[in-house]
């Protein structure tokens, strides 16, 4: 278990830090430069990012 704990704790910090990266993107004014499909699209992801962050921040507390 300790493993699995170790490698979903890896995963999650590095989710976290992708998922920062993108929201502050997607509220910084470079985001205006990018076409309008591909805004919805990572406003879609961003929210897809966040839902498996949170299932990761689950995982974790149920093995600690």
């Known amino acids: 278990m300790e493993d699995l704990l170790s490698r979903l ?5 590095a989710l976290e830090h992708k998922l920062e990266k ?9 985001v205006n430069d990018v076409d309008s ?7 879609i ?3 897809a990012m966040s ?6 921040k689950i995982r974790i507390s149920r093995l600690q």
């Open 37 to 43: 499909v591909q805004r919805d699209i990572l406003l």
């Open 51 to 56: 839902t498996y962050n949170e299932c990761l």
């Open 22 to 30: 993108l929201i502050a993107f997607n509220l910084s004014d470079k």
């Open 9 to 13: 704790t890896e995963e999650q910090t």
């Open 45 to 47: 992801q961003e929210k």
